[in-house]
């Protein structure tokens, strides 16, 4: 069984800085995909910023120069390093990784549960 935690998230002024992570446990061969979304009450969700196995990265646009994507092959994690936080950045936070479990099983989508993030003064 395959988990995927997030944490990090809280409240913030404008300006600030946040840094989520999320770390994948259980069952894994190797992860290919690991993205963060975002959703607000009301709202789809959509993609803050995601990261392939080789490093390669995309990031949405309202978020490109103030948000970073990283990951740690060695310890399964994943992070958002989120500066120069605006209010409209307040969501809920949400990690999505694409799995593989075992050497012949099929990739598989994983979510995390989630994490608010908050930016008031």
């Known amino acids: 069984q395959v988990q995927l935690v997030e944490s990090g998230g809280g409240l913030v002024q404008p300006g600030g800085s946040l840094r989520l992570s999320c770390a994948a446990s259980?069952?894994?061969?190797?992860?290919?995909?690991m993205t963060w979304y975002r959703q607000t009450p009301g709202k789809e969700r959509e993609l803050v910023a995601e990261?392939?196995?080789?490093?390669?990265?995309n990031y949405a646009d309202s978020v490109k120069g103030r948000f970073t994507i990283s990951r740690d092959n060695a310890k399964n994690t994943v992070y958002l390093q989120m500066n120069s936080l605006k209010r409209e950045d307040t969501a809920v936070y949400y990690c999505?990784?694409?799995?593989?479990?075992?050497?012949?099983?099929?990739?598989?989508?994983?979510w995390g549960q989630g994490t608010q993030v908050t930016v008031s003064s």
């Open positions: 259980g069952s894994i061969f190797s992860i290919n995909r």
């Open positions: 990261i392939t196995s080789s490093g390669g990265t």
């Open positions: 999505n990784a694409v799995i593989q479990d075992g050497i012949w099983g099929p990739q598989r989508s994983y």
